[in-house]
């Protein structure tokens, strides 16, 4: 059964319970128990750009690269907090040479270079419309990142590390805002093993994840499954009552990867057609089917111009330009 979920609203909490989540996030920041994983091992076909996402180069006033910024997010929290979260990079085969050598050729964007790992993200066949194989392979979906992480040794070095969140983001969220000791402190506050970051939805077929209360858990439905009916469904408000809208910051516990590590998640299909392969099926997991495994899980809802300016097209929405001006607005 779907229905919508209840969120907790950052803004809307009073100071003292600000006040309270942040003490205890600032601890577990201090004491590097949190670390950060970029998702960075999808293709970027719909950007187009030469190389992986990460090395696109933002038309801001002061040029840089998507992977610049997003270090320095971490190197702002590390002034604010006092400790270099680990840094995890996810990549594809296709990817991860390149990638690796962006930022060592980058001098690691002046990030300490033992606090940042890349691991790669496995990968599944492609066919064609008829499920024939085409030998040819395409990285798994964003939902590699649970076995890659149990295969590259990175689980086990979290665990060793005595670290307790993992928060993961996609590559092209100028604005992600993973250290977040008020959001931290409500997870710790509540034991819970996923937290889902939030902003409302804009209108009732945006792009986006829909997170929802399934069978009484948190999860995210993808926009392509979501019912119409649903999604167009008003509240006694008049508001959207599925607003909820995932935009790829997540709190996973170490205990929650744990699990999620052993099982098998759905696999989804992906209709595409290329010069290359003509019409063919792309096969892919996605991160969020694992979140329905977590024992206790809520969601955080922010604001977009806070925390979402995503760079997914060439030109018009969600694009270069949109991000640049969103992410100038943030740091003027
Ligand atoms: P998207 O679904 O937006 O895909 O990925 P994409 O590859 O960036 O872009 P298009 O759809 O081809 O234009 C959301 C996040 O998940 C990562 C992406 O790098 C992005 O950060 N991802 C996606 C992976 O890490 N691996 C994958 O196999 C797919």
Redesign the pocket.
């Known amino acids: 059964m779907i229905e919508p979920i209840k969120t907790i609203i950052k803004d809307e909490l009073s100071e003292e319970d600000k006040e309270k989540y942040s003490l205890l996030g600032k601890e577990l920041i201090a004491n590097s128990q949190v670390a950060v994983c ?10 187009g750009h030469d190389g992986p ?1 990460g090395t696109f180069i933002v038309p801001l006033k002061e040029p840089k690269s998507i992977f610049q910024i997003q270090v320095e997010t971490l190197l702002r929290a590390y002034k604010e907090f006092g400790s270099y979260p680990n840094l995890y990079v ?1 990549t ?1 085969k296709d990817n991860d040479q390149i990638t690796k050598e962006f930022f060592k050729s980058n001098n690691f964007f002046g990030y300490p270079k033992e606090k940042i790992k890349f691991f790669v ?1 496995g990968e599944l066949p492609l066919t064609d419309r008829n499920k024939n194989p085409l030998n040819a392979m395409a ?4 939902g ?2 649970f076995k890659a992480l149990e295969d590259e040794g990175i689980l086990q070095e979290m665990k060793d590390q005595n670290i307790k969140y993992l928060v993961t983001q ?3 969220n100028i604005l992600a805002n993973p250290i977040d000791a008020i959001s931290i402190g409500i997870l710790k506050e509540n034991n819970a093993e996923i937290g889902i970051k939030s902003i409302i939805k804009a209108y009732p077929d945006e792009r986006v994840g829909n997170t929802v209360l399934k069978d009484g858990r948190p999860t995210v439905i993808e926009y392509v499954d979501f019912p119409k009916n649903l999604a167009e469904e008003l509240d006694e408000n008049g508001e959207l009552k599925y607003k909820e809208a995932h935009f ?1 910051v997540n709190y996973l516990s170490i205990d929650l990867l744990n699990r999620i590590a052993e099982e098998k998640l759905p696999i989804h299909e992906a209709y595409k057609s290329n010069d290359k392969y003509g019409d063919f099926i792309k096969y ?1 997991m996605f ?1 969020f089917d694992g979140f329905e495994k977590a024992n206790n899980g809520l969601v955080i809802r922010v604001k977009r111009e806070d925390e979402f300016a995503p760079i ?1 097209n060439k030109e018009g929405n969600d694009s270069p330009e949109t991000a640049s001006i969103m992410y100038e607005e943030k740091y003027k």
């Open positions: 970029i998702l960075a091992g999808g293709q970027g076909t719909r950007l996402k996810m594809s993200q990285p798994n979906g964003n590699g990142i996609n590559v092209d790829g892919e991160i997914k």
